[in-house]
């Protein structure tokens, strides 16, 4: 590959919607990467790209894909693309970093398990929470056995997710919308990883309780670990109740709230914009709109490490507290934590796990077969929820 052979990946975007914007801090401030190219259907935006980074912009990824310096793609298209992208990426000989979910069907996912494969080439789902270094130290105490083996996980997160401003397709589960396609593909993946990977089954329930924005808002799901650890998942993205309050006053992506600003969220859609509004609404937060390169390069530095509220990890003879600034252990005799050092690039886990895998050949933990795992899940808490059962999973690969 013509850059990753000098230990710097070309990276081609495909989206340069909103999770490129939350994502641009970390290419920025990242000198193994280089953005190289970018399609996303607004032709202004890929103008602005051009100029930002001296880049090429192509009107699809198919043509994007014919670019030499582009060695991998990160994928960032509405969850209902994913399989046709990472298809066309996998079969012009690129890497990819695909937003989750992998997929919104198993059977899409499956496919893409096969086609990168067979192409060779290495997939890594994310970025998703099971990235956040907290996370990946608790994993290790779990892993370790120093506190006696996992017996249950506890996870709830209460947001304002479902009144963000939102396309129409992010409120329609069957194009991949809801909390569970988005939110619970964070969740899960936290889980699994923690858990070692294996989900047995799956029992749960869903809510959708605002008929003007009729998907999935909220769920609980009661999951069982190949042996016998379990886990209680609990997710409501009606802005009412706050999470974050339980982890410090830390906001999702690593920032301190300001507790002034509670309620924004449902005021600013009960002065009844239209679904057009709310769809301009979203694309003045993103690149372009809300700022170009340089701006974002200057946002201010995080407090803390990106969280995905209250989780509580049981040991036989411990608790571990995952929080936004460590691990704290509430052991037999003693109550300690254990920091871990604030990142000076956000998400940098999520590009360490991409740059082995391009550069080293290293395969990847959050892989295609991976991401598909956590798929099966998600699909499970639909599933069982609509059908009133316990559901059997499959499809699971561990840690």
Not at 224 to 239: D, K, N
Request: aromatic fraction near 8%.
């Amino acid at each position: 590959m013509s850059r990753s052979s000098q230990k710097t990946v070309g990276l081609g975007i495909c989206g340069l919607g909103r999770a490129f914007t939350l994502m641009l801090p970390t290419f920025v401030g990242d000198n193994r990467f280089v953005l190289v190219a970018a399609t996303t259907p607004n032709r202004e935006t890929r103008d602005i790209f051009n100029k930002d980074f001296d880049a090429p912009s192509y009107p699809d990824l198919t043509a994007l894909c014919t670019d030499p310096n582009v060695d991998a793609v990160y994928i960032a298209s509405p969850h209902e693309f994913h399989f046709e992208h990472v298809e066309i990426a996998a079969r012009a000989g690129k890497h990819i970093l695909v937003e989750k979910p992998l997929a919104i069907s198993l059977k899409e996912a499956q496919a893409i398990v096969d086609i990168v494969r067979d192409c060779g080439v290495h997939l890594i789902v994310g970025p998703s929470h099971s990235f956040d270094a907290p996370v990946l130290q608790a994993r290790q105490m779990i892993a370790s056995n120093e506190f006696g083996g996992l017996g249950m996980i506890q996870a709830m997160y209460y947001t304002d997710f479902l009144y963000r401003p939102r396309r129409p397709e992010e409120l329609d589960t069957s194009r991949g919308g809801g909390v569970v396609f988005s939110q619970a593909a964070h969740q899960v993946d936290i889980i699994r990883l923690l858990g070692g990977g294996l989900i047995k089954s799956v029992r749960a329930h869903t809510g959708n309780w605002d008929e003007a924005r009729s998907t999935e808002g909220a769920y609980n799901a009661q999951l069982a670990f190949e042996g016998g650890a379990f886990a209680s998942l609990t997710y409501s993205g009606y802005a009412h109740f706050d999470g974050d309050e339980l982890v410090g006053g830390i906001g999702e992506l690593g920032r301190r709230k300001d507790p002034d600003q509670y309620g924004n969220a449902r005021r600013t859609l009960s002065r009844g914009i239209d679904a057009q509004i709310e769809s301009e609404k979203k694309r003045a937060r993103n690149y372009g709109l809300a700022g170009t390169a340089e701006d974002f390069a200057k946002m201010p530095s995080v407090d803390t490490h990106e969280h995905f509220g209250l989780i509580i990890a049981s040991c036989q003879n411990a608790d571990l507290k995952l929080m936004p600034d460590g691990v704290t252990i509430y052991g037999d005799q003693e109550r300690r934590h254990i920091p871990v050092p604030v990142p000076t690039i956000p998400r940098v886990e999520v590009m360490d796990e991409l740059f082995k895998a391009v550069v080293e050949g290293k395969p990847p933990l959050h892989s295609a077969a991976w991401g598909m795992a956590t798929l099966e899940a998600c699909v499970a808490i639909l599933t069982s929820a609509r059908e009133n059962r316990e559901v059997e999973l499959e499809l699971q690969v561990g840690v």
